[in-house]
């Protein structure tokens, strides 16, 4: 079990050396689009090749984990994220900037899912809450903690956080191929095996749902996140760095909490319960940000709401695993796919509605997720039988 936990372990460190890595290239962003004279829409397409890629390679690379093995899938992601950082960081065009965002997008896609349906590979029913925990951990923590080693790195130069990132990953791609191993093909407390194409699980009652949770979710979360520091901005008064700090702690306290009581949370109300909960408190916290006139009950909402995203997202992770049997691969590939369709539309949705009222996307955000809330109460708490 040690040696399982360790592969585990390194399988979830992957995933933090890319999200690391994708964050460590945030703050030079401004510069690189001043130095190339890029158009904002150049950059808003390069964001989006990133996320479309990912949106249509994930239910493929899902379905390639289960046929062929996580390891050589995860090792693949590795190399090709590797690749798509050096190449941004040598492109000196902006077509080779596109080549690298879409190849990173396809890197994700074949990272997330194997990687999350590798831990549910090596856990039972009581080890994967808290599993699940610590691979939201290092998502949320790669962003969290990138962009500040990113700004560190770019006083050596503008494109250094990107060598430093295709450094990181091609490490990750090193140590997959030679420790990493494949894990056994065992189902675990009555998971039931069954095969079935993409379109057999979409119309699984046991998942439509969860879909629909999670594509509302990830709308609802960059909905918020999008647009929230121009919001702060306009509508507050914040500057830059305080900005900065409020979005900075608030997800580094939200992260310590993920860590801390998630494990603890799933044994009190489960996996659905706590998905009920997490969408309340984001309904009524966004629109409290949207009514408010007090810079402190922003601090505090925009901490609850992380709070609630970051409980959220490993809540569903989990409730889909227990239920994925020997399909996890091809689960979490879904999984990865409805959430790349949110992260989609939820920017452009409120960059349209903000053009219309500075305060509509948060309206329209919180009626959304409240109406999933209310949706969540005739969600089943059903398991498989143990």
């Not at 999008?226 to 939200?254: D, K, P, Q």
């Not at 009950?297 to 970051?310: I, K, P, Q, Y």
Request: proline share 4%; net charge neutral; aromatic share 12%.
């Amino acid at each position: 079990m040690t040696n399982k936990k360790n592969m585990m372990y390194l399988a979830i460190s992957n995933l933090f050396l890319v999200f690391l890595g994708a964050g460590l290239v945030i703050p030079v962003m401004p510069m690189l689009k001043e130095d190339m004279h890029l158009s904002g829409s150049t950059m808003g397409l390069m964001i989006s090749v990133f996320a479309v890629l990912q949106l249509i390679v994930s239910p493929i690379a899902g379905s390639l984990s289960d046929k062929v093995g996580r390891k050589l899938i995860i090792a693949t992601g590795m190399l090709i994220f590797a690749v798509s950082e050096l190449i941004f960081g040598l492109g000196q065009v902006v077509s080779w900037l596109y080549i690298s965002r879409g190849l990173g997008g396809i890197a994700a896609a074949l990272i997330m899912p194997s990687v999350t349906a590798y831990v549910a590979d090596v856990t039972t029913f009581e080890e994967r809450p808290k599993a699940m925990g610590l691979v939201s951990a290092a998502i949320s923590g790669g962003f969290i903690i990138g962009p500040g080693v990113g700004g560190f790195l770019a006083h050596f130069g503008m494109r250094v956080p990107f060598f430093a990132a295709a450094i990181l990953s091609f490490i990750g791609f090193i140590m997959t191929m030679l420790i990493l191993k494949e894990p056994e093909k065992q189902l675990v407390h009555g998971q039931v095996a069954e095969k079935g194409s993409v379109m057999d699980i979409l119309k699984d009652p046991i998942f439509t749902f969860p879909f629909i949770v999670i594509l509302i979710s990830s709308f609802g979360l960059q909905s918020f996140e999008s647009i929230y520091s121009i919001m702060a901005t306009i509508n507050f008064n914040f500057s830059t760095s305080e900005i900065a700090a409020i979005i900075t702690v608030s997800g580094v306290l939200a992260l310590i909490c993920q860590v801390v009581f998630f494990d603890g949370i799933i044994k009190k109300i489960g996996e659905v319960g706590l998905i009920r909960v997490s969408f309340f408190a984001s309904a009524i916290f966004v629109g409290v940000i949207a009514f408010t006139d007090s810079k402190w009950v922003v601090v505090l909402s925009t901490f609850v709401v992380f709070l609630a995203f970051d409980l959220l997202r490993p809540g569903i992770t989990t409730y889909l695993s227990k239920h994925a049997g020997d399909r996890q691969g091809t689960v979490n590939g879904l999984n990865s796919t409805f959430t790349s369709f949110g992260n989609i539309l939820g920017p452009m949705a409120s960059g349209m509605l903000f053009d219309i009222n500075h305060f509509y996307p948060y309206y329209v955000s919180a009626i959304v997720l409240l109406i999933t809330s209310f949706l969540s109460l005739m969600w089943k708490k059903e398991l498989p039988q143990k």
